[in-house]
Antibody, heavy 119, light 110 residues
Framework: EVQLVESGGGLVQPGGSLRLSCAAS????????MNWVRQAPGKGLEWVSY????????YYADSVKGRFTISRDNAKNSLYLQMNSLRAEDTAVYYC????????????WGQGTMVTVSS | QSALTQPRSVSGSPGQSVTISCTGT?????????VSWYQQHPGKAPKLMIY???KRPSGVPDRFSGSKSGNTASLTISGLQAEDEADYYC??????????FGGGTKLTVL
């Protein structure tokens, strides 16, 4: 079964750090571009970051640029998001998503992991 | 990267058709044929329903169709069913690998 499973969410104080992980199974992870997308409570979807299949090309939304770092380990079939200098507005469910045949076409999503930034 | 504009809510009766609009600019929706649509039920992850403006992934019923004219994309759901009640989000590539979503539309099946 094709599957993505996120982990690493939790409660963190403003200014703190957190590292999210996404474990992939059921497909050739190293062949796919991957993304992180988040959703604040009761709000819409927001694209966060993209990484190419090899990890050589990376992009970020302006809202997280300079604070978040996306990475992947193809040998471990895993995607990561290192989040530093966290703010209250980063509170959201974070999803990892596989990119299908075109930009913005995310065909497989994880179940999400909740990140709460609060003192 | 401003969000795409969607109506907050739409509704329809079973068997009817509804259309959800998604308005952007020439820098996103109007500039690329990379518009996708997602269905999200409460507490669940989004599901890809349409990509590349009008293509359906395997397993998505042909009751779901997509189109685009200028800076506005549309999702049409025909033969509405109770299980179609959900939130729907449009999404567009916006150049320099930026992806922008719409604010979401709540579909109510009356």
């Amino acid at each position: 079964e094709v599957q993505l499973v996120e982990s690493g969410g939790g409660l963190v104080q403003p200014g703190g750090s957190l590292r999210l992980s996404c474990a992939a199974s059921g497909f050739t992870f190293s062949s796919y571009e991957m993304n992180w997308v988040r959703q604040a409570p009761g709000k819409g979807l927001e694209w966060v970051s993209y990484i190419s299949s090899s990890g050589s090309t990376i992009y970020y939304a302006d809202s997280v640029k300079g604070r978040f770092t996306i990475s992947r380990d193809n040998a471990k079939n895993s995607l990561y998001l290192q989040m530093n200098s966290l703010r209250a507005e980063d509170t959201a469910v974070y999803y990892c998503a596989r990119e299908a045949v075109a930009a913005g076409a995310f065909d497989i999503w994880g179940q999400g992991t909740m990140v709460t930034v609060s003192s | 990267q401003s969000a795409l504009t969607q109506p907050r809510s739409v509704s329809g009766s079973p068997g009817q058709s509804v259309t959800i609009s998604c308005t952007g600019t020439s820098s996103d929706v109007g500039g690329y044929n990379y518009v996708s649509w997602y269905q999200q039920h409460p507490g669940k992850a989004p599901k890809l329903m349409i990509y590349d403006v009008s293509k359906r992934p395997s397993g998505v019923p042909d009751r779901f169709s997509g189109s685009k004219s200028g800076n506005t994309a549309s999702l049409t759901i025909s033969g509405l069913q109770a299980e179609d009640e959900a939130d729907y989000y449009c999404c567009s590539y916006a150049g320099s690998y930026a992806v922008v979503f719409g604010g979401g539309t709540k579909l109510t099946v009356l």
